[in-house]
């Protein structure tokens, strides 16, 4: 069973930090690319950030994030990161995990055929 699982969220204050973790079992996810999507309250959700290890370590960026948050992984472990920096009241979303094998734009949902549960990050102002 395929599971992705994420961790490290909670409450901080505006410019603070935190580091979200997600943890892949179930199956190879070496090939794969892995990506953090949140989604506020009313708000569709949106893509944040991707990571995947073809030829080298290889990233995407929203606008929104970009500078200010960083993904890493650890492919071996099945294992990717996200660090927030910089952290503002619009940040503030249920953070999801996901995996798949895009073929046209990491930026898709509909490119993502795995889903953790989703974690909350509130930003206080």
């Known amino acids: 069973q395929v599971q992705l699982v994420e961790s490290g969220g909670g409450l901080v204050q505006t410019g603070g930090s935190l580091r979200l973790s997600c943890a892949a079992s179930?199956?190879?996810?070496?090939?794969?690319?892995m990506g953090w999507f949140r989604q506020a309250p009313g708000k569709q959700r949106e893509f944040v950030a991707a990571?995947?290890?073809?030829?080298?370590?290889?990233?995407l960026y929203a606008d929104s994030v970009k500078g200010r948050f960083t993904i890493s992984g650890d492919n071996a472990k099945n294992r990717v990161y996200l660090q927030m920096n910089s952290l503002k009241p619009e940040d503030t979303a249920v953070y999801y995990c996901?995996?798949?094998?895009?073929?046209?734009?990491?930026?898709?949902?509909?490119?993502?055929?795995?889903w953790g549960q989703g974690i909350q990050v509130t930003v206080s102002s």
């Open positions: 179930g199956r190879t996810f070496s090939s794969a690319t």
């Open positions: 990571i995947n290890w073809r030829g080298g370590a290889n990233t």
């Open positions: 996901a995996a798949g094998w895009p073929t046209t734009d990491w930026r898709y949902r509909s490119e993502y055929a795995y």
